[in-house]
């Protein structure tokens, strides 16, 4: 059974820095692409950042870009969002989801997932 498991969340202060995973079972991500969306309260699961299943493409929410880095370890079957200089704003759940894809790109869009993870809270504050 495919399954995403994200871990790492938790509570930092302004400016800080996580590190989230999101593990796979029941499948390699070998050829899958990875995204990272967030959601918070009240408003719509917005994408942050994804990689291709090569991990040669990778693309970045606005609001993110040069302080999250997404990253991949196929040996480990475990994708990565290094999180960096910490805002309030960044306060959400987060998710991972996948979908298959060996093309050379990866989208923000929700719809183009097909498997999630449960979701795990992350909260930025003093």
């Not at 790492?8 to 990272?36: E, H, M, N």
């Not at 291709?52 to 990253?71: E, L, P, W």
């Not at 475990?78 to 960096?84: D, E, R």
């Not at 894809?101 to 979701?119: A, E």
């Amino acid at each position: 059974q495919l399954q995403l498991v994200e871990s790492g969340g938790g509570l930092v202060q302004p400016g800080g820095s996580l590190r989230l995973s999101c593990a796979a079972s029941g499948f390699t991500l070998d050829d899958y692409c990875i995204g990272w969306f967030r959601q918070a309260p009240g408003k719509e699961r917005e994408g942050i950042a994804c990689i291709s299943s090569s991990g040669g493409i990778t693309n970045y929410a606005d609001s993110v870009k040069g302080r999250f880095t997404i990253s991949r370890d196929n040996a480990k079957n475990t994708v990565y969002l290094q999180m960096t200089t910490m805002k309030a704003e960044d306060t959400a759940v987060y998710y991972c989801g996948t979908t298959i894809s060996t093309l050379p790109l990866c989208r923000l869009i929700k719809n183009w997932y097909d498997y999630w993870g449960q979701g795990i809270q992350v909260t930025v504050s003093s």
